[in-house]
């Protein structure tokens, strides 16, 4: 397998994981010191990246990623793309698209993800 399938692979589990709320999934995909930063720029921390996911509303339906590119380089790969999400709250269906960047490293012999980026996005529903 090539390596810029491998760490697509990782994203995509990841986002998988988020769907399914499988934190365990989750934390072994995330690098030592992980940081999460919002599109206005707040830092997230490991903790509350698992806080923000378990306070979504309602039932994720999917997480998945669209338009994604994979750029490798000796320390590391720069994954982008859209980040495509459907929750279903009190009956109605929220469908959220955001761009993402996010940068994964090996770690322990796997591709891991060690800091990620939201940008603005569309969202409908």
Request: a negative charge; proline letters at 2%; glycine letters at 8%.
């Amino acid at each position: 397998m090539k390596e810029t399938d491998e760490v697509a692979e990782a994203a995509e589990r990841l986002a998988a994981a988020i769907g399914r709320r499988d934190f365990a999934t989750i934390r072994a995909s995330l690098a030592p010191d992980f940081i999460h930063r919002t599109a206005g720029g707040a830092r997230v921390d490991t903790e509350a990246f698992f806080r923000a996911i378990e306070q979504i509303p309602g039932e994720i339906t999917f997480v998945r990623l669209e338009q994604m590119e994979v750029d490798l380089c000796a320390s590391g790969a720069l994954v982008t793309g859209v980040q495509h999400a459907q929750v279903l709250v009190n009956g109605h269906v929220v469908d959220d698209r955001r761009r993402f960047v996010d940068w994964f490293v090996r770690h322990g012999g796997e591709w891991r993800i060690q800091a990620a980026v939201d940008l603005p996005g569309t969202s409908a529903g």
